[in-house]
């Protein structure tokens, strides 16, 4: 029974680190795709996107909405690594763990435009960090509101007690 209750003491711990992981292997996998293979990836959702708000379909309306959709993409995935590295690091009960999260986060960003540097047909872009690091921030401020309230609403119980 004691081992059972240390595991659900950490398990919020062992579950941002799988996700972390997680997210840590996908962005490996996509900056590793070459340019076809990346563009094919997106070009799914673009099509999907296209049709579904039955817009023309163009070249300028493409690279456009293909433009749009993997920034998005760059964002929301670093927005899931960066509520995952707070999460994390909040769990080891470090005392500042927005600091240790923006940290990884930035590296992260820089590190996967870099990696794209060595697939054929792909590029490294400064703007795609800076989207990647907003996504870290706004994944990170996430995850602390909720931590906040939730400590808010712990201390009202406790002092309602």
Request: aromatic residues 8%; glycine residues 6%.
């Amino acid at each position: 029974m004691k081992t059972i209750d240390r595991i659900k003491g950490k398990l919020p711990l062992i579950i941002s680190a799988t996700i972390v992981l997680i997210t840590l292997v996908a962005l490996f996998v996509f900056s590793g795709q070459n340019g076809d293979e990346s563009s094919a990836t997106s070009g799914v959702i673009v099509d999907f996107v296209v049709r579904l708000f039955n817009l023309p379909d163009d070249a300028e309306t493409l690279n456009t909405v293909t433009l749009i959709i993997r920034k998005l993409a760059h964002f929301t995935i670093f927005l899931i690594l960066g509520a995952s590295l707070y999460s994390f690091t909040y769990f080891l009960n470090l005392p500042r763990p927005y600091i240790s999260t923006l940290i990884v986060g930035l590296a992260s960003a820089t590190i996967n435009e870099l990696q794209q540097l060595t697939s054929p047909g792909r590029t490294a872009s400064v703007r795609d960090v800076c989207i990647d690091f907003a996504g870290v921030v706004v994944g990170s401020l996430i995850v602390w509101g909720i931590v906040r309230i939730v400590k808010s609403r712990k201390n009202k119980k406790a002092v309602d007690k």
